[in-house]
């Protein structure tokens, strides 16, 4: 059996993929070990490609900073994602709160899973 190392996104996307395949295989076959083993290196690029997701005090708004500051996004993607360039400066100044469709399409076009992004947290009022 060769699992070899996951250290990049699309590394990540295949990997995701084959454990949905293999899902429920038995404990001690062969594909239930090469389940496990997929899901333990899933686990270690998750934590080191997304530490907020350790971080319970982080919420949408500090991932979407993170994945800014540190991943290599920026405010005009941001921008072209949710369509606006005062949607995305209200979301980044959490005075609008991120919707169902914002959240999926932030998850799909940068890669971070939703979990982080639907995380409850305080919008200012006006």
Do not use: C
């Not at 454990?19 to 076959?29: F, N, Y």
């Amino acid at each position: 059996m060769h699992i070899g190392s996951i250290r990049t996104d699309e590394d990540h996307r295949r990997a995701l993929a084959e454990i949905e395949a293999l899902w429920g295989a038995p404990e001690g076959t062969e594909e239930g070990d090469r389940l496990e083993a997929l899901v333990a290196l899933v686990d270690n690029f998750e934590a080191k490609r997304w530490p907020v997701a350790v971080d319970p005090s982080m919420d949408p708004v500090d991932v979407l900073q993170f994945a800014i500051d540190e991943l290599g996004h920026d405010r005009a993607e941001l921008t072209r994602i949710l369509g606006s360039r005062s949607r995305a400066s209200e979301i980044l100044g959490r005075r609008r709160a991120l919707t169902v469709a914002m959240i999926h399409a932030i998850s799909e076009a940068w890669n971070i899973p939703a979990a982080l992004l639907v995380r409850p947290y305080r919008v200012k009022s006006a």
